[in-house]
């Protein structure tokens, strides 16, 4: 249906079209393509949940279709009607053509139908939906000219219907960071804008920016929501309404008193479908509010409020009843709930304290075991696959942790799911996210006593706080938190364990400089990874080694031990190691001056690297092939590898990397005779190492060393330690526009 819609008796005058009273946004491919299909097929049944446009999309298919190709187009509004005998007579009434008492509806509007085509519209069908299926298929049959457009949350379910699913509106994402001209080129945005009475969202300023990107975002570009809220843009400010959108409910609920009475509110929307569902979907359609996110059929059945044999059935039909979404991806299905909606079920449940508890826990539990049965799989063959499969319930997986370390309270469980999940946080790029999760499940350990968490459960999640730590660049919680694992896993006697606690005493080394310390630590590392029969720590270990030699300068030996990993890890079957190794011996080919080696070396290991979306990864192969590039003479498409790998190292918060990308930008700038540019990027990368505590590798002390040169200065003063430079991303960004524009003028 569409909020625009005036509420009419069945078929309005005579059965026609009715004029809309608002301009149509942005739906210009979705009426082309519903008239092609209304062209070709006698049954298309516009589907979707209430207010995403269908009754709206209807009336533009009709004014668009052409003047010949229908003798008579006949609108028929069923919303009003609520006695599914009075349908019939609707529909002869619309046509002109008088229905006596039971008579069959086919054979009175077969003869006036058979010397002409016609359209009928039959709208609002979803309260209806037997008698209309009915009375469709039997005009369908019964008139060979006659076709039908219907628009119902439910499809009609006949013969030879064909369904399409009316979309939403585009809008951006809630995590997507919009300039006013990119959020003015949404249609959701389009379409508030036009209802708020907005002139300009371009010249909007960046705080209403930011809080029309959350408001769009979050009503998922439903039309309907996207109206009611423009209703109280009059009121209330753009981040006044983003804030509010927690209570959508309360927030959408002044619509038109003139407008159908499912659409003067976005509860009575919501209300109207759901009164329409029988008890077992709406006992089922309460627990599915416990998913923030899509979810599968495995997960469903976890949960336990229906039996497991009638989930199937029960999604399928709140899926045809548009209360529920189904994703087809390459190697699963996924359904998920509108927001909206959920938060409306999310309610219903509320109101039950046992089941909504019973839910919530047994989410948590599903989710729990499964982060647990596809860590190890996170190492080996299977990586892209597994990493997709947890990329798809990573909201789950937020949720579960949310319910595990807050009001479920459940300190093993809590340790349990954050130890597993910190690998897919590292290569997921969710660094603090998962640093998050892990202080406060190892916080709700520490608080419940030693004897809540069993010891090795314990260890792993400190295990994963330390890498997660060292990623960050924060290395003194690293080393505190290895150090501490280093002991659990001692007492504990479990060799792998330790490896991989020297592991992460290693990279803290390493990227402070300490080369000999960090070469140690990793042949410890291998010998007892290779105690424990670990063929993937092994070839880890032996990955590191190579890249701690070409940092500190040591290539031949870098050489030798990342031809070594290399091998290693091609049987173990590792993508993302296998790239790394690449892009060392990428780095040994470049110091060396191969550079045509390096390249090669540089473009499968981000080829590798994108296949599993690894995204510090690609900043490091773009990395290396942009100083590749400078060093070729590329500066144009150095200068672009070089901005993605900078801007994937400050969302990362990889700063350690980020000065070194930093370093060869201004190296670049002195091949661009930019001096003031140039000065600027050193500093900035010097206030980075400092605020860090860790210096340039040895690796790349001499192009700095030449950089300085060239600017005619030694090293300047440093940021104290422990402070990060303001501003940093926006100052890159702006130096790097600038760089970008100079090659380009220079080409």
Partial sequence: GDPDAPVRPAGGPAGRVPAPVTRLIDREMETKAVVDLVDRHRLVTLSGFGGCGKTRLAIAVSDALPERR???????????????????????????????????????????????????????CEHLVVECATLVEALLTACPALHVLATSRE??????????????????????????????????????????????VAALPAADVRGLTTLCAGLEGLPLSLE??????????????????????RLLSAGSRTGRPQHRSLRACVEWSHDLIGPDEQALFRALSVFPGTFDLPAVTALGAVPPAAVLDLIHRLATKSLIA????????????????????????????????????????????????????LRGPRLDRVLDRLTADHDNMRAAMSWLTGEGADPAGAVRLAGALWQFCYLGGHYQEGRGWLTAALDLADAAGPAAVPVPVHAGAVDGAAALAAYECDYAAATALAEHGLTLYTRLGDRRGMARALT????????????ERALERHRGAMALFEEAGDDWGAGHSLQLLGFACWLSGDVAAAHDWSTRALSALTAVGDKERIAWTLVDLGAVACYQGDHGLAFTHGEVALRLFREVNFKEGIAWAENLLGLVDVHTGELSRALDRLATSAALHTRLGDHWRLASVTEVLAYAATLLDSPAICADLLRLAESIRAAIGAPVPA????????????????????????????????????????LQARAAATA
Wanted: with cysteine.
């Fill in 155 to 200: 499809a009609l379910g006949t013969v030879g219907e064909l369904v399409y699913a009316v979309p939403p509106l585009p809008v951006p994402s809630a995590d997507e960071v919009c300039d006013a001209q990119d959020l003015a080129a949404y249609a959701g945005v389009k379409l508030f804008a036009e209802r708020a009475n907005i002139s300009d």
């Fill in 699 to 738: 690796c790349e002390r001499p192009l700095v060393e030449r950089t300085r040169r060239w600017l005619g200065a030694g090293p300047r003063h440093a940021a104290p330690p422990g402070t990060a430079p303001p501003g940093t991303a926006v100052r890159l960004d702006d130096h790097i526009t600038a």
């Fill in 70 to 124: 229908f003798g008579r187009i006949v609108f028929v509004d069923l919303t009003a009607i609520t006695d599914s005998t009075t349908v019939a007579s609707s529909i002869a009434a619309a046509f002109g053509v008088p229905l006596h008492t039971h008579q069959p509806l086919a054979d009175v509007m077969a003869p006036h139908l058979a010397r002409e085509t016609a359209l009928l519209v039959l709208d609002n």
């Fill in 504 to 515: 992460r005493l290693g990279s803290v080394s390493r990227e402070r400089g300490e080369y």
């Fill in 326 to 377: 189904v994703e087809h991806r390459a190697r699963s299905t996924r359904y998920r709930m509108l927001d909206t909606i959920r938060q409306y079920a999310a309610e219903l449940l509320a109101a039950d304290r046992t089941a909504r508890t019973t839910y919530h826990r047994r989410h948590a539990e599903y989710y729990r075991r499964l982060a647990v049965e596809l860590d190890a799989a």
């Fill in 228 to 249: 009611l809220a423009a209703a109280r843009a009059r009121v209330l400010s753009l981040p006044q309404l983003a804030e509010l959108l927690s209570d959508r409910f």
